[in-house]
C-alpha cells in the first residue's frame, strides 16, 4: 500500500536532479526560453523557494513510498505548500518516476493526499498543470480536479 512520508536531507540531491531538467524544460517551453535560460531561471526560484531544502518552513517535500517486500522504495514526489489561513494546500510538484507509470498510482497517491489533508483540516487542494501535460491532466481530472482558471503571461523583454 502506498505511503507519503517526509523527505529525508539525504534523498533532496536525487529529487533535485529530477525536478530541476523536468521543470526547466517546461519552462523553456511555456515561457519560448532558450534550455539555457530556462535552466538559470529554474536554479534560481528553487533557491529563493526552498533555501533550507527539506527544511524550509512553509513547505512540505514528500516521498510517496511502496514498502511492500520490506523494502521502501521511492516511487514519487510531491511538493507542496500549505496555507492553513485559507485551508488550503498547493501541489508545486507531483511526480511518478518513469518506472512506475501507467499502474494507477498517480490516482492513488491523489486519493492518500487528499485524504491526509482532509484529516489536517484542510478543504482544497489547488495546483497547476503545463497545458501540454496530458497525463497529468487525465490524472487529476479522474481524481475530481477542476479547472478554475488558465494562466497567461506576456514577455516584456523582447519588446
Not at 521543470?23 to 534560481?44: F, I, N, P, T
Not at 491526509?116 to 478543504?123: A, H, N, Q, S, T
Amino acid at each position: 500500500m502506498l505511503q507519503l512520508r517526509p523527505m529525508q536531507a539525504g534523498e533532496y540531491a536525487a529529487y533535485l536532479e529530477y525536478f530541476v531538467p523536468d521543470y526547466a524544460a517546461e519552462v523553456a517551453a511555456s515561457y519560448g526560453l532558450s534550455a539555457d535560460d530556462a535552466l538559470a531561471r529554474v536554479k534560481r526560484e528553487i533557491a529563493a523557494d526552498l533555501p533550507e531544502g527539506v527544511h524550509t518552513d512553509g513547505h512540505r517535500l514528500l516521498c510517496l513510498v511502496d514498502p511492500a517486500g520490506g523494502a521502501e522504495e521511492v516511487i514519487g514526489y510531491l511538493w507542496v505548500k500549505p496555507d492553513a489561513a485559507k485551508r488550503s494546500v498547493f501541489i508545486n510538484d507531483f511526480e511518478i518516476l518513469p518506472p512506475h507509470r501507467g499502474k494507477g498510482l498517480g490516482k492513488q497517491a491523489m486519493a492518500l493526499l487528499a485524504s491526509e489533508l482532509k484529516r489536517e483540516g484542510f478543504e482544497q487542494i489547488k495546483l497547476r498543470v503545463a497545458p501540454d501535460n496530458a497525463r497529468a491532466r487525465r490524472v487529476y481530472e479522474a481524481t475530481g480536479f477542476q479547472v478554475t482558471g488558465i494562466n497567461m503571461s506576456k514577455s516584456l523583454v523582447a519588446e
